[in-house]
């Protein structure tokens, strides 16, 4: 029997995206109590979640790990992606939004756009996922739509496009008017299903003047819509629906709804409007791979020859879980299948459709399908799993590089090959995490994107596999950059012991990069020559390059990785018989050392961009605190009777930060922090190092 390529217009693949708190959670799991893939509805505070199944999660009320579900609703499969909102949890983020089709962006009604919600708007963006914006929590105090969405304006620059109108606010708050249908939609206390009805009296002429206001947006940034609205002065409510959608796709707006998922208040039009507006497998490009040098294009076909990426890989009790976005073709149990990375083939176990820890199997996955898969051993995030005679290779999502670390070792000395083997697990789960070995030390070392990410991890290990692990204090990834740079540094490989030889000769300039040149507070590599006469040959200058970059790793302040400058190749000579790329190689790595010595250096440290919650009361206690952690204000505002203070903090300032903000604030004040880059670091912390 064969399967109609159509199929794939109803379904849905998306990721529910927001800053810590801000309602993802229990957005996700009203979404499952609605379409009744769930009989009660979980709560994040009584630890009944489907999707924040782990044990950690449960205990600390967050989302640590994006976590799969499949439900239905209106004849569509939608396939969800609970994410995580804290910063340190962002690679999570971003292996989810690389095989999404479209996102629901959550914000808290009260405090709008907040630093996260910015990140990973700025990740959607990057793989050019559309989005659709749920503004959540309208029952609480100091809850206000229109202040939200002027935040989304202002701070993440779309069209907001706003269909819906409250009925009521804070705690009178019960359900909003459909500015496309002009209907009222409300929910009583108690009662689970919507109501629908007229537009109250008291809302009509507010009502009317919405629909104009988004009756004009549309038609700005649509031509149909546009063409319409001139000869007839408004706009159908079909030809407003499918200009949304269009609008959508493009990114050129942002459909916003609202309601209170905690209330279960506006769920259901928030999946209508997935439906009608988020794309379909079918509606985004045909994805994009490349082998042997060429590019390929599949398309979204379960004819088509088969290729998915791997996104997620999960160990549990029973096995091991590969999830992956299938793009093209079909696979079924017992199919075989390329990793094209590794030219490695596997069979396929078990196809299992996902809800978070619960699983139910299947024969096949089809081409849009987001499914889990068992028996594959050697698959890791990023992987691409093709078709054995259709081999392809694509693009895996970026990982961020660890920016702290902490020396770990078991208790027990008999315990140390279970520790490595535990380790090697949890990166193979998580790409963002590293271990290696301090050769100075001989300790075991690992680092990760914080100091909540690394306590995850470790307290994985202890609870996983029943070890007891000593951490040593956290410490931060430092950087070297050149402020002044040498010319003309000449170096000399010559080395003769028998037979063969070796000979480079190598002029190199040294200067820093400009910060315009290189983004991240003027960090990078560049490297260039502009040697003529052909004095050296195009092949070595590519072996200088490779040796140059080798020098990188360690710099002469303190070992750290050396970034923020431009090498330039001018001059050189080559010996007829003892020249080869290994010698110029080595004269790249050597020399470029050499002029580094000589070269003006400093350190640079990774900072983070602060904001912290507070009463009012409290804030001049926080700025004090802020200030003696090297901490430079940049901002601070006043929001329902609390301030929120915005400051760059250098990370190494920052650990422990979380107890002392509590004890300062009486258990009242909150932060978040996301990495801005690196700076220079003061003499003091130089010396230290």
């Not at 609970?82 to 999404?100: I, K």
């Not at 990740?123 to 050019?128: E, L, P, S, T, V």
């Not at 490989?493 to 037979?499: F, I, L």
């Amino acid at each position: 029997m064969r399967t109609n390529p159509n199929a794939l217009t109803t379904v849905r693949n998306l990721g529910i995206l927001a800053h810590v708190d801000a309602g993802k959670t229990t957005v996700t799991e009203r979404i499952l109590y609605a379409t009744g893939t769930t009989h009660r509805r979980g709560e994040v505070h009584d630890g009944t979640t489907v999707t924040d199944f782990d044990p950690q999660e449960r205990d600390r009320g967050i989302t640590i790990f994006a976590a799969a579900v499949s439900c239905a609703w209106d004849g569509h499969r939608i396939n969800l992606i609970d994410t995580p909102g804290h910063v340190d949890f962002a690679d999570e983020v971003e292996r989810s939004l690389r095989v999404l089709d479209g996102a629901v962006a959550v914000f808290d009604a009260v405090a709008g756009v907040e630093p996260q919600s910015e990140s990973v708007w700025r990740q959607a963006d990057r793989y050019g996922v559309p989005r659709i914006a749920f503004v959540n929590k309208l029952d609480r105090a100091g809850a206000d739509l229109d202040t939200a969405v002027e935040s989304i304006r202002d701070r993440l620059h779309p069209a907001p496009l706003v269909v819906q109108l409250p009925i009521g606010s804070e705690d009178a708050f019960t359900g909003v008017v459909d500015l496309l249908s002009m209907r009222a939609l409300t929910w009583a206390d108690g009662d689970e299903t919507v109501q629908e009805g007229p537009v109250p009296e008291a809302l009509r002429e507010e009502a009317l003047r919405r629909r104009r206001l988004l009756e004009e947006a549309v038609a700005e940034r649509h031509p149909a819509a546009l063409e319409e609205f001139c000869d007839q002065e408004t706009l159908s409510a079909p030809t407003l629906a499918s200009a949304l959608r269009d609008l959508t796709h493009s990114g050129d707006g942002v459909v916003v709804l609202c309601g209170s998922a905690y209330r279960n208040r506006g769920v259901e039009p928030l999946l209508d409007a997935v439906v009608a507006y988020l794309p379909s497998p079918l509606d985004v490009p045909a994805v994009r791979g490349t082998y042997g040098g060429t590019e390929q294009e599949r398309a979204a076909d379960p004819y088509a020859p088969f290729a998915a990426l791997v996104f997620k890989v999960h160990a549990t009790a029973t096995g091991r879980l590969t999830y992956l976005r299938v793009y093209s073709g079909t696979i079924g149990k017992g199919d075989t299948v390329m990793d094209a990375g590794t030219r490695r083939t596997e069979r396929i176990g078990r196809i299992l459709r996902v809800r978070a820890d619960r699983h139910a199997q299947l024969d096949r996955a089809l081409a849009g399908d987001i499914v889990a898969v068992v028996g594959l051993k050697s698959a890791r995030a990023g992987s691409t799993l093709c078709a054995p005679d259709a081999p392809l290779v694509l693009e895996p999502p970026t990982v961020a590089d660890p920016v702290v670390s902490v020396a770990v070792e078991a208790r027990r000395s008999a315990e140390t090959d279970r520790l490595a083997t535990a380790l090697a697990r949890l990166v193979e789960e998580d790409p963002s995490l590293v271990v290696r070995t301090d050769p100075e030390t001989g300790q075991t070392v690992l680092s990760g994107m914080g100091e909540l990410h690394l306590e995850v991890a470790v307290e994985k290990v202890r609870r996983d596999h029943g070890l007891e692990v000593t951490v040593g204090r956290p410490t931060v990834s430092y950087r070297e950059t050149v402020t002044r740079g040498v010319s003309g540094l000449v170096y000399r490989h010559v080395k003769q012991d028998g037979g063969a030889g070796q000979f480079a000769h190598v002029v190199l300039d040294v200067e820093p990069l400009e910060p315009s040149e290189s983004p991240e507070s003027g960090t990078g590599f560049e490297f260039r020559s502009t040697v003529v006469g052909g004095r050296v040959p195009q092949e070595y200058v590519r072996a200088v390059e490779a040796g140059c970059r080798d020098a990188l790793a360690e710099g002469p302040l303190g070992g750290h990785p050396v970034t923020g400058l431009r090498v330039t190749l001018t001059d050189g000579a080559t010996h007829v018989k003892d020249s080869s790329d290994t010698a110029f190689r080595t004269a790249g790595r050597f020399g470029l050392r050499q002029a580094l010595r000589a070269s003006a250096m400093t350190l640079l440290e990774p900072v983070v961009e602060v904001t912290v919650t507070v009463p009012e009361d409290a804030v001049g206690t926080v700025l004090g605190d802020l200030a003696a952690r090297r901490g430079r204000v940049s901002g601070s505002v006043t929001r329902a009777g609390a301030a929120v203070v915005t400051a760059t903090v250098p990370l190494a300032e920052l650990f422990g930060y979380a107890t002392r903000l509590r004890s300062r604030t009486q258990g009242r004040g909150t932060f978040t922090a996301r990495p801005t880059g690196y700076t220079p670091a003061p003499t003091s912390v130089t010396s230290a190092r």
